[in-house]
C-alpha cells in the first residue's frame, strides 16, 4: 500500500486495482472518474473497484456504477458526512454502498 503520483486519474487507474476519489461537486467527480480521456474508469482493469467519496447526487453513484459494470469493474458510493467540524473533531462518518461480495477481497482499504 502506499500513494503514487500520477499526472492524471487515468494513468493512476493504470497502476492500481482500487482508485479512491473525493471530490467538490459532482461535475468533478464525472471528470475524474468517467472522462474518457484522463478519467480513473477509461484505464482501470476488469476487476477494479472505484471508491467515491464525494457527497453528491444518488443518479451519479449509479451512473458510475454502471459504467464501471460495463467495463468488468466495480463501483462503491462512500460519501463523508460530518464536514469541516468533524474533520476538525475525527468525528467523520463514512456511508458505504456497493455489491457486498466484493468488499471482503480489499479489505486492507476498509474496515
Known amino acids: ?3 503514487r503520483l500520477a499526472d492524471s486519474p487515468r494513468s493512476l487507474a493504470a497502476l492500481s486495482d482500487v482508485v479512491f476519489s ?3 461537486y459532482p461535475s468533478d467527480v ?3 472518474l468517467l472522462d474518457p480521456s484522463s478519467g480513473a474508469l477509461a484505464s482501470l482493469r476488469p476487476g477494479g473497484v472505484l471508491v467515491d ?4 447526487d444518488p443518479s451519479l453513484a449509479e451512473e458510475i456504477s454502471a459504467a464501471a459494470s460495463a467495463k468488468g469493474c466495480h463501483a462503491v458510493d ?3 458526512s460530518g464536514g469541516d467540524r468533524g474533520a476538525r473533531n475525527a468525528a467523520l ?3 458505504a454502498g ?3 461480495g466484493r468488499s471482503a477481497g480489499w479489505s486492507p482499504c476498509s474496515p
Open 1 to 3: 500500500m502506499g500513494a
Open 53 to 56: 467519496m464525494t457527497t453528491s
Open 98 to 100: 456497493g455489491d457486498p
Open 78 to 80: 462512500a460519501p463523508v
Open 30 to 32: 464525472r471528470s475524474v
Open 93 to 95: 462518518a463514512i456511508f
Open 22 to 24: 473525493i471530490v467538490g
